[in-house]
Nanobody, 124 residues
Framework: QVQLVESGGGLVQAGGSLRLSCAASGRTFSVYNMGWFRQAPGKEREFVAAISRSSGGTYYADSVKGRFTISRDNAKNMVYLQMNSLKPEDTAVYYC?????????????????WGQGTQVTVSS
């Protein structure tokens, strides 16, 4: 498995931006499709975005499409989530995840490695 560590969370006003980073170590990073999930208090962990091994494909939840951008740098073993036009409903703990599946995963149980999470709080 690959080890993942997120950073970049914080408190931001509505309409603001944050960039989350996820550093990977361990097995070869480039063999994994990567995803971001989030979990708000009292809610299930939900899919946010995913990116294929070669960055050839990116996928987003409807709730963040047009506002969030996922990217990766395989040379640096990093994956990023640029979040713009943030809304209070984006408040959650954000998790980076890795899946060895050949296809993109959209469900939590398709990912085998998870980071510890980083808190994002958007004030109104």
């Amino acid at each position: 498995q690959v080890q993942l560590v997120e950073s970049g969370g914080g408190l931001v006003q509505a309409g603001g931006s944050l960039r989350l980073s996820c550093a990977a170590s361990g097995r070869t990073f480039s063999v994994y499709n990567m995803g971001w999930f989030r979990q708000a208090p009292g809610k299930e962990r939900e899919f946010v975005a995913a990116i294929s091994r070669s960055s050839g494909g990116t996928y987003y939840a409807d709730s963040v499409k047009g506002r969030f951008t996922i990217s990766r740098d395989n040379a640096k073993n990093m994956v990023y989530l640029q979040m713009n036009s943030l809304k209070p409903e984006d408040t959650a703990v954000y998790y980076c995840a890795a899946t060895p599946l050949l296809r993109i995963g959209f469900r939590r149980n398709e990912y085998e490695s998870w980071g510890q999470g980083t808190q994002v709080t958007v004030s109104s």
